[in-house]
């Protein structure tokens, strides 16, 4: 006969002894009430495993997707498990079930990493090749919140993954007690919930919110990452024979970069300019009316210039796989490409400018010590936040205003007359998350050493907007930036500037909104209409602001592309 109590009531095994009575006295009732409480104590926690369980094997990857109706399903695993349990051998029942639920546990860890890459990247986590991004993510909250905070969430998570491998397995141990002590009712449910998700199954029954009833998830995460190991394993190796293989490396130096010859180029990326800020209906209008009129600005000024799009190899975050990308003609989607890139020879948009004559500068402010990488792109100087003489504020993440980064250029390289050409990568952080604290511009010729902007900043550990009030911060960070380059160029562009500016990623899917593409703007500006005629083939929208069906381009293919237009 099967046992009707829990394996919380006398606790042990099937078979074990009832605790004994002997001793009480007649007429004391606590022992039976502590049976009692023990049995309902007991059914709990066989009700909170259960439950747990159930939990880890049905919530989806995807942070949209986590509502209530999401757990209203019948896992396929948890069917397979019950079943596997009960023909497994007694003795070896505790080792699969206790193995089974830490493997279950990290499953759900990892379901959570790839909720939170799904929300600020679009994509889910590499098991193989993002954990060099946690160290960039640490920082990012050291910056954000200071050292102590930085070292408490990375405890904490820790001890939370540590955690849930422990707490799943124990659950798992428990229900599997629980499935050999009432093995009869355990077949008899097991046999009917799956007849339930084979009809289900073959009849493509959905919950309320799109998600099918006869859930797989945990099985097919598994499988996925399962794959993604394999194809992320060989992935080093594939990207260094691509590496090789170019087609400019050999191009004598009279045929590099002709068309701008004698040129000051600027090329500036733009920190989360995404097509986002250009479409989406919370930012296009005042967005799209900063380009409009300052194509106008430019106009009147005599400059022109042409939009088109570029698919960035990162989104919500990852700036330097962007710049990486574009600077090498290589698609750098992750950090072991990276590595592997900037330890290579890699022929390299700097090194053309340079190899044509020109001084190739980098403004990186958000730097804050020894930067190796800056040797392999090719710079003949490397501005970060240590050598700039900014003696103003903070503003979170960004340690000067874009207005101040180019500032810096315009008198340390553009300023002298007797000079070579200048090439000049910048970085304008300004447009980083949080968004906490956004400067305003001020008159060119009172930036000085960047005391002008003390009270606008916020400090580096200024706190996040509030959910209400973040996209509009976003989107306030987005014209600032923009106006300040349109202001640039309006202020010190001559006959010889040509502006390159694009978006390095899309802003986390919060800002960008669920579905995005990974599409960034690109503009180029310039008084020489020679320089402009170079990309008529390219056909970009006129203006800053680009045509929504103009065309996009693979990051990775715009170094072919601009040697190829301005070569020899």
């Not at 997707?65 to 070896?92: D, K, N, Q, Y």
């Not at 799943?168 to 355990?186: D, E, F, G, I, P």
């Not at 205003?401 to 315009?410: C, G, R």
Request: with cysteine; proline share 6%; hydrophobic share 45%.
């Amino acid at each position: 006969m099967e046992r009707v109590d829990d394996e919380g009531a006398g606790g042990g095994h099937a078979g074990e002894p009832a605790e004994e009575a002997g001793g009480r006295e007649p007429g004391d009732r606590e022992p039976g009430r502590g049976r009692r409480w023990r049995r309902i104590a007991g059914r709990a926690c066989t009700a909170a495993a259960f439950l747990f369980v159930l939990a880890a094997l049905v919530a989806p990857a995807e942070l949209t997707r986590l509502t209530p109706a999401a757990f209203a399903r019948i896992p396929v695993e948890g069917i397979v498990g019950v079943a596997l349990i009960l023909l497994v051998p007694a003795r070896a029942r505790r080792y699969v079930a206790g193995a089974a639920g830490a493997v279950l546990g990290l499953l759900l860890v990892l379901k959570v990493m790839d909720i939170g890459f799904e929300a600020v990247m679009f994509r889910p986590f590499d098991l193989v090749l993002d954990w060099p991004l946690l160290g960039p993510a640490v920082e990012f909250v050291e910056k954000s919140s200071g050292r102590t905070g930085a070292i408490g969430v990375l405890v904490l998570a820790v001890v939370l993954a540590v955690a849930v491998a422990v707490l799943m397995a124990l659950s798992a141990l428990r229900l599997a007690r629980v499935a050999a002590r009432h093995r009869r009712t355990s077949v008899r449910a097991a046999a009917a919930l799956g007849t339930v998700w084979v009809l289900c199954a073959a009849l493509g029954v959905q919950a309320a919110d799109g998600l099918p009833v006869a859930s797989r998830s945990t099985a097919v995460l598994a499988y996925d990452h399962t794959v993604q190991v394999r194809s992320s394993l060989n992935d080093g190796e594939e990207f260094a024979e691509a590496a090789a293989v170019d087609a400019f490396r050999g191009t004598p130096t009279d045929q590099l970069l002709t068309g701008l010859r004698g040129k000051d180029v600027v090329l500036a990326f733009v920190e989360s300019y995404g097509r986002s800020a250009l479409e989406h209906p919370e930012y296009a209008a005042q967005v799209g009316g900063v380009l409009d009129a300052g194509t106008r600005r430019l106009d009147e000024a005599g400059f022109s210039a042409r939009s088109g799009w570029l698919t960035s190899p990162t989104t919500g975050g990852g700036s330097w796989l962007a710049h990486a990308t574009l600077l090498s003609g290589l698609w750098v989607d992750n950090e072991q490409r990276y590595r592997t890139l900037v330890n290579s020879d890699r022929f390299t948009l700097n090194q053309a400018f340079q190899r044509a004559g020109s001084r190739t500068v980098a403004l990186m402010p958000a730097i804050t010590r020894t930067w190796p990488e800056g040797g392999f792109f090719g710079y003949d100087k490397v501005y970060d936040s240590r050598n700039t003489g900014y003696r103003g504020p903070r503003f979170a993440f960004a340690t000067m205003p874009d207005q101040y980064t180019l500032s810096v250029l315009q008198r340390n390289e553009l300023a002298a007359d007797d000079r070579a050409p200048v090439m000049a990568e910048a970085a304008l952080v300004s447009s980083h998350a949080p968004w906490a604290a956004i400067p305003r511009q001020v008159p060119w010729d009172q930036v000085g050493d960047g005391s002008v902007f003390q009270g606008m900043g916020k400090g580096d550990d200024a706190p996040w907007p509030p959910p209400d009030e973040i996209r509009g911060e976003y989107r306030k960070s987005i014209e600032y930036t923009l106006n300040t380059l349109i202001s640039y160029v309006e202020t010190y562009g001559d006959d010889d500037t040509v502006l390159v500016f694009l978006g390095d990623h899309q802003p986390s899917p919060v800002l960008a909104g669920q579905g995005a593409s990974r599409d960034v703007p690109i503009t180029v500006v310039a008084k020489d209409e020679a320089v402009l005629a170079k990309i008529s083939g390219w056909g970009w929208q006129d203006g800053l602001k680009p045509a929504k069906n103009s065309p996009v381009w693979p990051m990775h293919a715009f170094r072919d592309r601009f040697l190829t237009a301005f070569g020899g």
